[in-house]
């Protein structure tokens, strides 16, 4: 068998060995096929196979494979959605606002605007602390000024980023965003389009569904957006403008405490009939974006979904040890009851972050030798 081989990628060729990923060989030849975890979770490299000799090692889905690990066989043509090059911004926070019990609204202020399409996701590092995967997305009246990301955070109790949202993360905080990625952007088409999220995953699809109804207003669209109970429903007055702007259904769920205009259960149960020509986007928790994937795939429609999986990366030594000197003698705040209530995140009474760290209290300071031996547990820990 011939150890040689063309791979076409949207009409360019280059040489390649059998048994490279479509990923390293397509980078053999100075194209850089869009990717980001190369592990096969992020969805970013999905490409179409046109025609060839593709080995998809699992990962396809219709005629479309993951670029980073599906491996050459033989010649093979492929193709994908040209995207905004993945950069890297810097900024910082430039406001917070609670949403419900525990999601947040972070308004990003980048120096220099990033380019993304509606749907995708950036990596956040806010300074001190290990990156973490957001999907940009607009305020619930559309809005987002061109040098804004706007993003939804699900404050996660034991969440090394998001617990500290109010907390040592506040308006002014640094911020590197490096993007964008996913493969679950808007696509322009005339069929019918089904937008499904649970939880914070209505940013991206929130972004889609204003991007569908502005690339077309007549297209037929079903919206269904769940969480876990009423309060989680952050996303209403967004789902009532949808309405008004003529999508074809929009369904409210809660898993507890449905009722009148919200449906009781999960976003599965109110899935229409899909149909080959349907295009369905779906957002949020694994779970869910799995049992809508296995619908759609299953009635042979086409579906667009980056799961929101929690991320590997934990506090890194140096991190550590940067907020150790950074903020001596800081409490930690107990990790029972009330630690999502307004107020112990930081949040006033009507759920609004303050503007800045109240300056009447200010941080006492740790001896040097308590945060010395800090430092020392820390390194014994690595
Ligand atoms: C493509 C993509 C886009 C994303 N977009 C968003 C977004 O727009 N808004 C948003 O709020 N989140 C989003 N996420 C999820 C977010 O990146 C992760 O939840 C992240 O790990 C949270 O970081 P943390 O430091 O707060 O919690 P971590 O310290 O990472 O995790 C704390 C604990 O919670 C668990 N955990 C982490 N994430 C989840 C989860 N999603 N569900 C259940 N348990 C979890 C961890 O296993 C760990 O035990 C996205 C993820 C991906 C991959
Ligand atoms: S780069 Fe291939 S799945 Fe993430």
Redesign the pocket.
Known sequence: MASKCNLTVNGRTVRASVGETLVDAAMGGWIAVPHDCCSG??ETCRVRVVSGAVDDQGTGEGDTVLACQATLEGDAVITYDEVPEATKRSGQVAAMRALSHD?VEVVVELRSPLDYLPGQ?VSVTFAG??P????P?LRWDGTRAAHELV??????P??????ELGRSIMPGHRVDVRGP??HAFFRRGDGLMVLVAG??GW??IWAVAREAVRARPRRDIIVIAGARDLDGLYMRHSLDWLRDHGAREVIATAQQGGGGLVRSGRPTNYLPLLGPSDMVYVAG?PGLVDAVKLKALSAGAFCFA??????QQ?MSFMNRMARLLRTPGRTPVPQDAGLFAPQMAGMDDAGRLPAARPASRPAARRPLQETLFAARRLMRRE
């Open positions: 979770q992020c999601v996701y602390f290990p973490r995967d957001y999907s997305t993003f939804h955070i699900r404050m996660l034991d969440g090394i980023v998001s617990s990625f996913g939880g914070t940013a991206p928790a980056d799961p929101f999986l929690p991320s934990r």
